[in-house]
């Protein structure tokens, strides 16, 4: 291994919250702040609380009625394209110091950063380079950040989510025998990136507790109950991890999909199900056609009602041809619903995904297909997707959008789901 080089794993500290309370002019670190929407129920889950909250033991993505009554704090409505344009800021800081090449942005309030070779450009060490960027970020947007560094990808995110915490500057530090000597005895599990309850639930029955068990454990043991996942179970049990930033730029991945889901507002009849089908096919079947792909193959997910206690449908369709084609894939999708689905339990919850998606000059005619109406569709997506990015998405909306019980409408106000603040 490396152990020359050195990586940053960069987070925002209560990212939705901190920003909200800066909104405000609240300091982030000591006002009582959740992000959850008002107008849902008080089981709707919070999208993040404040640092003062969570010194209280209130749990990050909690649910509001889960937070005790005598505490007093401010509710926040979610604004995700606030907070989107916080984090393009952020990431603008992040260029100001290292170039595109060496930053991985692994969400909205989290990055790696690839520090090696600018150390001795900017005569700093890694801690001080890392302070001057969390201080550039404080002064720039009024939110507080944490850093993690490390000789790997792997050991940068666990300086950052174990050791930065317990740190006056908030910035950790591991090398691979700093991770032996310090944490290789720390519990539980769970605290260690990737390994999650069910990961961490199999390691026990092994008698497996900390990262010294994992690392001294017998090897075909842990090949045979976990497969090839042990081989990153072994490496990180010893502080190791192979992948480099130039590894992420330059993956591509062999098979690609699209996706999109939602969980509807209330339980939704077998009927009202199709309508809500054929608009999800109709809203991803436009990203097709804005990225110049096409697909032959559709997936659909329905969850019932939790009332029901029945298992979720599943299926998958395959076309003759790949296609971007509203019509032939809102057919095609609502064909596989009424195949899955039971029509006497109420559905609560749907995920649709395109596999096997490929460049749109892979789109091929068939026996059934005119070619003339197909171009006269396509130029017909064409023109609405102009008309969306000049007006909005609502600008432009099909008839079974203003139907009882559609949901696309609102779908297009929200990002990933949430309100967008505008």
């Not at 950790?172 to 990737?194: I, S, V």
């Not at 032939?328 to 919850?349: A, G, K, N």
Request: proline share 2%; net charge negative.
């Amino acid at each position: 291994m490396n152990e020359d080089r050195l990586y940053m794993c960069i987070d925002l500290k209560s990212f939705y919250a901190s920003v909200e309370c800066v909104e405000r002019g609240l300091d982030p670190l000591t006002t009582n702040l959740v992000v959850a929407d008002p107008e849902r129920t008080e089981k709707t889950i919070c999208l993040a609380i404040s640092p003062s909250m969570k010194a209280l033991g209130i749990k990050n993505r909690c649910r509001v009625f889960e937070i005790p009554g005598g505490i007093h704090y401010l509710m926040a409505p979610p604004r995700m394209q606030l907070y989107i344009d916080y984090s393009a800021e952020i990431y603008s800081i992040y260029l100001k110091y290292i170039a595109k090449e060496d930053i991985h942005v692994y969400s909205i309030d989290e990055a790696f950063l690839d520090v090696t070779n600018y150390l001795h450009m900017y005569q700093m060490g890694a801690r001080e380079l890392g302070q001057t960027i969390m201080d550039d970020i404080l002064s720039s947007t009024g939110i507080t950040a944490t850093c993690g560094i490390g000789t790997n990808l792997y050991l940068a995110k666990i300086a950052l989510d174990i050791t930065a915490k317990h740190c006056d500057d908030h910035i950790g530090y591991l090398t691979e025998a700093g991770f032996r000597q310090h944490l290789w005895d720390h519990r539980p599990l769970t605290d260690f990136w990737r390994i999650g309850a069910g990961t961490a639930r199999r390691l026990s029955s092994l008698g497996i507790r900390t990262m010294r068990e994992l690392a001294r454990f017998d090897e075909d043991t842990l090949y045979r109950i976990f497969g090839i996942d042990a081989e990153l179970l072994i490496d990180h049990a010893w502080g190791r991890e192979s992948t480099t930033m130039a590894d992420i730029k330059n993956y591509k991945p062999q098979n690609t999909s699209m996706g999109s889901g939602q969980v509807l507002s209330r339980d939704y009849a077998f009927d009202e199900g199709v309508l809500i089908v054929r608009e999800m096919a109709d809203l991803l079947t436009l990203d097709l056609v804005d990225k110049h792909l096409v697909t032959d193959s559709v997936t659909l997910h329905v969850g019932y009602s939790n009332i029901y206690g029945k298992k979720a449908a599943h299926g998958t369709s395959s076309l003759v041809t790949a296609t971007s084609s509203s019509r032939r894939l809102m057919d095609t999708t609502e064909e596989l619903y009424r195949q899955i689905v039971d029509s006497t339990v109420p559905i609560r919850r749907i995920t649709l995904t395109y596999n096997r998606v490929k460049d749109d000059c892979y789109q091929q005619y068939d026996l059934f297909c005119d070619p003339a109406e197909m171009e006269k569709e396509r130029r017909m997506q064409n023109a609405m997707l102009d008309i969306k990015r000049k007006f909005g998405k609502n600008a432009i909306v099909r008839g079974m959008n203003l139907q009882e019980g559609a949901t696309t409408l609102e779908r297009n106000r929200q990002i990933g789901g949430h309100k967008s603040g505008e």
